[in-house]
């Protein structure tokens, strides 16, 4: 989807001065990992209960196996953050892969709802890269217009914040 080299990679820029905006929010929301959580629990429980009942043929090696899977994606949903730091005049951005923009790349950002901004409308569609970061249940965020015909739509708590910080709009 995005050219090779749509951002820089994360571990290629030295971090030398003290952070001025870190924010780190969970992939899903407090209330849908608990609630996907319980399912999950819920349904494993089950199994291992069928495996006692002889006429539904569940084998104690099926159980294990759900087990198992239902709590590697437990596990994987409370340990996967969104995190996003400005410093030294670069955006570091970290979902399962991390990026770094330099200052220097942003040409323009936009606040706001992110079924707004998420497409920055007005710059046209042709042959524009667009990437979203976006968490269930944050409704607000940050859309940066980079150099080289990129879009990178970050969903943040305090989206004003991280917008401060950024440099004025080029041209």
Known sequence: MFSQGFLIKYDRIPARMAK??????????????????????????????????????????MAAVAATVFAAAIVFCKAVK??????????????LKGYAIPFGEVIDHRVGDMDEIR????????KVSYKNLVCAGCDRGVSLKLTGRRVLTISLRDPEGFASILPPAQG
Do not use: H
């Open 119 to 126: 497409n920055y409308s007005g710059w046209g569609t042709k």
């Open 20 to 61: 001025v905006f870190e924010e780190a929010q969970d992939v899903l929301p407090r209330d849908a990992f608990l609630i996907m959580a319980s399912a999950l629990t819920a349904t494993a429980a089950f199994m291992l209960v069928c495996c006692f009942i002889e006429p539904l043929g569940v084998r104690p090696w």
């Open 82 to 95: 969104l995190r996003v730091s400005v410093e030294d005049g670069v955006i570091r951005v970290r979902l």
